[in-house]
């Protein structure tokens, strides 16, 4: 598989956790929870940390 479409395949699926959890954080359930608790629930903290770890992985990874 050519390496522009692994690179293009990655970078889809970053984008895609990142949106889900921007769309996740300002449901009014997590705006509730944010105001009462202080903090987002798991699974928006997940998607967050998907979409920036692979992103940071993917950017700062080992290259061949």
């Not at 769309?23 to 998907?50: C, K, M």
């Amino acid at each position: 598989m050519p390496m522009g479409r692994i690179v293009g395949a990655v970078l889809f699926a970053i984008g895609v956790f990142l949106v889900f959890a921007y769309q996740a954080s300002n449901a009014p359930i997590e705006r509730l929870s944010d105001a009462l608790l202080g903090h987002y629930s798991n699974q928006t903290i997940w998607y967050f940390v998907l979409g920036v770890g692979g992103g940071l992985l993917f950017a700062l990874g080992r290259r061949e």
